[in-house]
């Protein structure tokens, strides 16, 4: 995204602001996959290596898949190396599933990174009231299939998140700071008379996260 086409619509402080905090994550992202790489090469080497010593002990005990061992004579030297075989091969089996839950907690860590920034740059071009809980909001309808961030809409269909978040500033205007007496915001709220719902910010804040985004999605105005 081209940040610097946001300069004048934001202003310089604003700017400054967003372009801080979108450098700062895309140096999360970047650190994170280089974390994810260096884990990936360390568990390769390392299952490497477990498969060289697997076939070492194989050929030691003179067999050429592990479904020999079945036909390995009944004698004690036979039992012994079947017996160390064994716990090896525990260990080996331990030390697999070590490498593969660090692998998942990198993965999990870079994807993470990429969502903050996802969401931090659709939220670039809107001027949310409660910024916070449509963040929030946004995050609890975000979905990863296969490499690509999504947004669930409302009638269920998986779309860009830049595009759901501009699906809810067009929806809910209300949301949406005023710009002045009668903005976006205040014609929506005024609109058909039923008056809107107002909270104070005090009484937004303690609410539970769950009941803030209930709130946010009902159209309560901050007063």
Do not use: C
């Not at 067999?63 to 080996?92: C, F, H, N, W």
């Not at 697999?96 to 659709?122: M, N, P, S, V, Y």
């Amino acid at each position: 995204m081209d940040l610097e086409s946001l300069k004048e619509a934001l202003g310089d402080e604003k700017f400054t602001a967003l372009k801080t905090y979108v450098d700062d994550l895309t140096g999360q992202r970047d650190a994170a996959r280089q974390e994810s790489i260096t884990g990936r090469r360390g568990m390769k080497d390392k299952l490497a290596k477990l498969e060289a010593d697997q076939m070492a002990l194989m050929e030691r005990l003179g067999i050429d898949s592990l479904e020999d061992l079945d036909t390995l004579p009944d004698a004690k030297g036979a039992a012994e190396a079947a017996k160390q075989y064994e716990v090896k091969l525990k260990r080996m089996e331990r030390q697999l599933q070590e490498a593969t839950t660090q692998r998942d907690e990198i993965g999990g860590k870079f994807r993470g990174t990429l969502q903050r920034a996802a969401i931090a740059e659709a939220l670039a071009g809107h001027d949310f009231v409660a910024r916070d809980i449509v963040e929030t909001y946004i995050g609890n309808r975000l979905a990863w299939e296969g490499e690509d961030l999504l947004f669930k809409s409302d009638d269920g269909r998986m779309i860009p998140v830049k595009d759901g978040v501009a699906g809810i500033a067009k929806a809910r205007p209300e949301l949406l700071k005023s710009t002045g007496t009668g903005g976006a915001g205040v014609r929506a709220s005024n609109a058909g008379g039923g008056g809107a719902k107002t909270m104070t910010r005090a009484e937004f804040e303690a609410l539970a996260p769950t009941q803030r985004v209930e709130a946010a999605k009902s159209g309560v105005q901050l007063v």
